[in-house]
Protein backbone atom coordinates (compact mmCIF):
# COMPACT_ATOMS: atom_id res chain seq x y z
CA UNK A 1 0.00 0.00 0.00
CA UNK A 2 1.35 3.53 -0.52
CA UNK A 3 0.19 6.45 1.17
CA UNK A 4 0.15 10.25 0.39
CA UNK A 5 -0.48 12.65 3.40
CA UNK A 6 -1.60 16.50 3.27
CA UNK A 7 -3.38 19.02 4.36
CA UNK A 8 -0.47 20.66 6.85
CA UNK A 9 0.01 24.10 6.65
CA UNK A 10 0.46 26.88 8.96
CA UNK A 11 -2.18 28.10 11.74
CA UNK A 12 -2.09 30.08 14.51
CA UNK A 13 -2.52 28.54 18.16
CA UNK A 14 -6.23 27.76 18.47
CA UNK A 15 -6.74 27.34 14.69
CA UNK A 16 -8.20 23.78 13.51
CA UNK A 17 -6.53 21.77 10.19
CA UNK A 18 -7.54 18.58 8.74
CA UNK A 19 -5.18 16.29 7.88
CA UNK A 20 -5.89 13.41 4.98
CA UNK A 21 -3.74 9.95 3.78
CA UNK A 22 -4.54 8.60 0.95
CA UNK A 23 -3.80 4.51 0.56
CA UNK A 24 -3.65 3.77 -3.06
CA UNK A 25 -3.30 -0.59 -3.46
CA UNK A 26 -5.73 -2.95 -2.42
CA UNK A 27 -7.12 -4.50 1.12
CA UNK A 28 -6.82 -1.31 2.69
CA UNK A 29 -9.26 -2.54 5.58
CA UNK A 30 -6.36 -5.39 6.34
CA UNK A 31 -4.52 -1.83 7.91
CA UNK A 32 -4.56 -0.84 11.45
CA UNK A 33 -3.75 2.82 10.71
CA UNK A 34 -2.34 6.11 12.97
CA UNK A 35 -0.66 9.22 12.52
CA UNK A 36 2.65 9.85 13.99
CA UNK A 37 4.39 12.96 14.41
CA UNK A 38 8.16 13.90 14.51
CA UNK A 39 8.98 17.92 16.11
CA UNK A 40 12.45 19.40 15.04
CA UNK A 41 14.71 17.45 17.52
CA UNK A 42 13.04 15.15 18.82
CA UNK A 43 11.65 11.36 18.52
CA UNK A 44 9.03 10.41 16.47
CA UNK A 45 5.85 10.29 18.48
CA UNK A 46 2.26 7.90 18.32
CA UNK A 47 -0.49 10.62 17.46
CA UNK A 48 -3.61 8.76 17.12
CA UNK A 49 -4.67 4.99 15.93
CA UNK A 50 -7.83 3.65 14.32
CA UNK A 51 -8.77 0.35 13.93
CA UNK A 52 -9.45 -1.92 10.71
CA UNK A 53 -13.75 -1.05 10.65
CA UNK A 54 -12.85 2.11 12.47
CA UNK A 55 -15.00 1.28 15.26
CA UNK A 56 -12.00 2.00 17.85
CA UNK A 57 -9.83 4.33 18.49
CA UNK A 58 -6.79 5.59 20.42
CA UNK A 59 -5.10 8.96 21.23
CA UNK A 60 -1.75 9.84 22.95
CA UNK A 61 -2.59 11.93 26.28
CA UNK A 62 -1.06 14.97 24.53
CA UNK A 63 -3.59 15.31 21.91
CA UNK A 64 -6.98 13.50 23.42
CA UNK A 65 -10.20 15.40 23.25
CA UNK A 66 -8.57 18.09 20.25
CA UNK A 67 -7.85 15.03 17.71
CA UNK A 68 -9.80 13.03 16.17
CA UNK A 69 -8.81 10.24 14.05
CA UNK A 70 -11.05 8.70 11.28
CA UNK A 71 -11.00 6.31 8.04
CA UNK A 72 -13.41 6.00 5.25
CA UNK A 73 -12.55 2.67 4.18
CA UNK A 74 -14.79 3.19 0.70
CA UNK A 75 -12.29 5.95 -0.04
CA UNK A 76 -9.75 4.22 1.76
CA UNK A 77 -8.46 7.24 3.52
CA UNK A 78 -7.71 8.06 7.17
CA UNK A 79 -7.91 11.31 8.54
CA UNK A 80 -6.89 13.51 11.17
CA UNK A 81 -9.03 16.39 13.02
CA UNK A 82 -7.31 18.53 14.41
CA UNK A 83 -8.62 21.08 16.85
CA UNK A 84 -7.52 23.86 19.46
CA UNK A 85 -4.05 23.93 18.49
CA UNK A 86 -0.99 24.49 20.01
CA UNK A 87 2.60 25.39 19.37
CA UNK A 88 3.85 22.24 20.88
CA UNK A 89 1.83 20.49 17.88
CA UNK A 90 4.05 21.90 15.55
CA UNK A 91 5.85 18.79 13.42
CA UNK A 92 6.06 16.83 10.37
CA UNK A 93 2.46 13.84 10.51
CA UNK A 94 2.78 11.08 8.67
CA UNK A 95 0.54 8.15 8.66
CA UNK A 96 1.29 4.38 8.86
CA UNK A 97 0.07 1.30 8.01
CA UNK A 98 0.54 -1.74 9.38
CA UNK A 99 -1.35 -5.79 8.93
CA UNK A 100 -0.63 -6.47 12.60
CA UNK A 101 -1.22 -3.22 13.85
CA UNK A 102 -4.17 -2.60 16.49
CA UNK A 103 -5.26 0.97 16.89
CA UNK A 104 -3.77 1.10 20.30
CA UNK A 105 -0.10 -0.32 18.42
CA UNK A 106 1.99 3.07 19.78
CA UNK A 107 5.26 1.14 18.24
CA UNK A 108 6.14 2.89 14.85
CA UNK A 109 8.33 -0.42 14.04
CA UNK A 110 4.51 -2.58 14.07
CA UNK A 111 4.08 -0.03 11.10
CA UNK A 112 5.42 -0.99 7.52
CA UNK A 113 4.04 1.19 5.23
CA UNK A 114 4.66 5.16 6.03
CA UNK A 115 3.18 8.54 3.81
CA UNK A 116 5.86 11.27 3.05
CA UNK A 117 4.43 13.36 5.89
CA UNK A 118 3.10 16.82 6.04
CA UNK A 119 4.34 19.30 7.50
CA UNK A 120 2.35 21.29 10.57
CA UNK A 121 3.51 24.66 12.09
CA UNK A 122 1.52 26.48 15.17
CA UNK A 123 2.58 30.13 15.78
CA UNK A 124 2.06 31.60 18.94
Known amino acids: VQLQASGGGLVQAGDSLNLSCLASGRLFTRYGMAWFRQAPGQEREFVAGISRNGGNTHYAHSVKGRFTISRDNAKTTVSLQMISLKPEDTAVYSC??????????????????WGQGTEVTVSS
Open 96 to 113: AAGVRAYYYTQLANQYHY
